[in-house]
């Protein structure tokens, strides 16, 4: 069974809401999925998905998620990652550079990430399972 870390961050609750859906999407992988602020080490996962709204000038979150993300990312050099966040402005510019970074890292990043606009919808949701899904299969 393969072991999987979901990590997010949320100030409005719709990342979380999308880390929740990206749950269900895993099957029946044993997943541990907390908020930045509760985050176990990486030892010991197959898979890591890591989830955090655009903030400001569509950057990550810059009291929390930022500073954990950078005290972790060399040790996801071989790892694989999937990304996704929700976002209210912009163009995703905020998740096109956390992918350029995940990779420059070493990491085996899945595909682009997923992003939301706003509150998830129903079908929202669903993308998420399909999204978490398709990184299980892989």
Not at 31 to 45: A, I, K, M, R, W
Request: overall charge negative.
């Amino acid at each position: 069974m393969q072991k999987v870390l979901v990590v997010y961050w949320s100030m409005t609750g719709n990342t979380e809401i999308m880390a929740n859906a990206i749950v269900e999407g895993c099957g029946d992988a044993d997943v541990t999925c907390v908020n930045v602020s509760e985050t176990p080490s990486l030892d010991g996962y197959d898979k890591y998905m890591f989830g955090c709204s655009s903030m400001g000038d569509e950057v990550l979150d810059e009291g929390e998620f930022e500073p954990y993300f950078a005290s972790i990312e060399a040790g996801l050099a071989g790892k694989k990652v999937a990304l996704f966040g929700s976002y209210g402005w912009g163009d995703g510019q905020w998740m096109r550079d956390w992918e350029a970074r995940v990779k420059a890292d070493g990491a085996e990043l899945f595909e682009t990430g997923l992003i939301i606009n706003e509150t998830p919808t129903d079908d929202d949701k669903e993308t998420c399972k399909k999204f978490a899904a398709s990184f299980m299969a892989v």
